[in-house]
C-alpha cells in the first residue's frame, strides 16, 4: 500500500554504516539556532583560519562550548579561550546542545555530550577539503552535523581520502550524524553555489557537534 507519509518531514536516510542523514529534522529549532549564532559570534567573531601550512580557509568559523577548534602554525587544535579575544568561547546555547542530543539519540548514540561546537559559515565559493575529523580524544562519541540557510554539496567517502565518494546535498534543517564505522570517514563540502535563502541571506551555517 502506499505510505503517504513516507517523506513527511523529519525523516531519516542511512548514508553509510553508523551514518545518517536527518532530513528537515532541525527546521522547527532553526530560528532558535540563527538567533544563537548571532549570538555567539557576537561574543566570538566569525574568522578565517590559516591552516599550519599557511592557506587561509574559505569558510569562516567560530565556537562555542568548553573547547573550540582552532589553528595554530603548528597543527590543529581544541583551546578554551578563543585565541582572537583572549576570553573563554561562549558557551554552547541550550538550543544547540538539545538538538545535537536528540539528534545522536535518535540514531542510536545514547548519552552523547558536545563539549564543542565548530560554527562555519559559508560565502558563495567557500568549501571545505576533503577531511577526518580526528582530533578528538573520544572517538566513540559520533559527530552531529547540522545545516542551516543555502544547500550544499557533502560528500562523504571511507577511511582513505581516495575512497569513492557519495555526493548528497544538504538542505536547510537537515542534520548527519556519524559515527562507530564511519566516524573516522572522510568528508568535505563542494564550493558553495550563490544564492539567497530567506532565513540566513547569502550564506549556508553549519554547526559541528563533537565530544573531544
Ligand atoms: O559544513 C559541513 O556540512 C561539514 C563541516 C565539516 O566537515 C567540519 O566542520 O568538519
Known amino acids: 500500500m502506499l505510505d503517504l507519509f513516507a517523506d513527511t518531514p523529519p525523516w531519516q536516510e542511512p548514508l553509510a554504516p553508523g551514518a545518517y542523514i536527518l532530513r528537515r529534522r532541525a527546521l522547527a529549532e532553526a530560528q532558535g539556532l540563527i538567533a544563537a549564532i548571532t549570538d555567539v559570534s557576537a561574543q566570538s567573531p566569525f574568522r578565517q583560519m590559516v591552516t599550519p601550512g599557511g592557506y587561509t580557509m574559505s569558510v569562516a568559523m567560530t565556537n562555542c562550548g568548553n573547547v573550540g577548534w582552532t589553528t595554530n602554525q603548528r597543527g590543529y587544535l581544541y583551546a578554551s579561550i578563543d585565541p582572537q579575544t583572549g576570553n573563554l568561547w ?7 546542545l538539545s538538538l545535537a542530543q536528540a ?43 547540522v545545516s542551516l540557510g543555502l544547500p550544499a554539496v557533502f560528500q562523504f567517502g571511507g577511511l582513505k581520502r581516495n575512497d569513492p565518494l557519495q555526493r548528497v546535498l544538504l538542505e536547510h534543517g537537515d542534520v548527519v550524524v556519524w559515527g562507530g564505522e564511519s566516524r573516522l570517514f572522510y568528508h568535505g563540502i563542494q564550493p558553495l553555489k550563490e544564492g539567497h535563502h530567506p532565513a540566513t541571506g547569502a550564506c549556508r551555517y553549519n554547526l559541528t557537534f563533537r565530544h573531544t
Open 90 to 96: 561562549p558557551a554552547m546555547p541550550a538550543v544547540f
Open 103 to 145: 539528534c545522536a539519540q535518535e540514531t542510536g548514540y545514547e548519552n552523547f555530550r558536545p563539549d564543542a561546537c565548530l560554527i562555519n559559515r559559508y560565502a558563495p565559493g567557500a568549501k571545505l577539503s576533503l577531511h577526518q575529523d580526528k582530533d578528538e580524544q573520544a572517538l566513540q562519541a559520533p559527530i552531529v552535523s
